[in-house]
T-cell receptor
Framework: QKEVEQNSGPLSVPEGAIASLNCTYS??????FFWYRQYSGKSPELIMF????GDKEDGRFTAQLNKASQYVSLLIRDSQPSDSATYLC??????????FGAGTRLFVKA | EAGVAQSPRYKIIEKRQSVAFWCNPI?????LYWYQQILGQGPKLLIQ????????DSQLPKDRFSAERLKGVDSTLKIQPAKLEDSAVYLC??????????????FGAGTRLSVL
């Protein structure tokens, strides 16, 4: 059973701090990795995607991928209360199937 | 560009009744997905279409769930008969890429189903 694992949280950080969200995946053949943000009662929206080992930055967001450790992370710098949401990690397996983790709830305190 | 459209937004039915959901993907997107998201869990893929062909339905409970995508555009997902455990949000997503690793998915607003 191919899986994507995330800490369910909640992760609580003060406004302006760095939030660090982590994810591990079981299928070593996974090729693409995605972070989606989901506000309560809303549908997931894409924040970042990463395909290669290393870091990828987009504004306040940085995605990190380490295929050897089967580990993906998302850093949110200068966290804002509007960042409070559930963050879903997803991996596209070698068979081109996308598997989502259960999500990490982030709470940014003003 | 219009997003993924889904209807209805909410549906309440009694167990053993049937229900259908509709999805219109982003124009030109070849790949369409139906997910089930139970409260507190991540989305679980039910079925994936490439144009009007099924490429993955391994997690679709085929004794009660069915889906079709006519003419490679709109899609419907049906549940008959519904069970209490089918209460969830049903998300439709589409992707501009064909089967491949860089398949960024765009989600519709979802249909929240309550089975009483």
């Amino acid at each position: 059973q191919k899986e994507v694992e995330q800490n369910s949280g909640p992760l609580s950080v003060p406004e302006g701090a760095i939030a660090s969200l982590n994810c591990t995946y079981s299928d070593r053949g996974s090729q693409s990795f995605f972070w989606y943000r989901q506000y309560s009662g809303k549908s997931p929206e894409l924040i970042m995607f990463i395909y290669s080992n290393g870091d990828k930055e987009d504004g306040r967001f940085t995605a990190q991928l380490n295929k050897a450790s089967q580990y993906v992370s998302l850093l949110i710098r200068d966290s804002q209360p509007s960042d409070s949401a559930t963050y879903l990690c997803a991996a596209t397996t070698g068979g081109f199937k996308t598997i989502f983790g259960a999500g990490t709830r982030l709470f940014v305190k003003a | 560009e219009a997003g993924v459209a889904q209807s209805p937004r909410y549906k309440i039915i009694e167990k053993r009744q049937s229900v259908a959901f509709w999805c219109n993907p982003i124009s030109g997107h070849a790949t369409l997905y139906w997910y089930q998201q139970i409260l507190g869990q991540g989305p679980k893929l039910l079925i994936q279409f490439q144009n009007n062909g099924v490429v993955d339905d391994s997690q679709l409970p085929k004794d009660r769930f069915s889906a079709e995508r006519l003419k490679g555009v709109d899609s419907t997902l049906k549940i008959q008969p519904a069970k209490l455990e089918d209460s969830a949000v049903y998300l439709c997503a589409s992707s501009p890429r064909d089967r491949g690793p860089k398949n960024i998915q765009y989600f519709g607003a979802g249909t929240r189903l309550s089975v009483l």
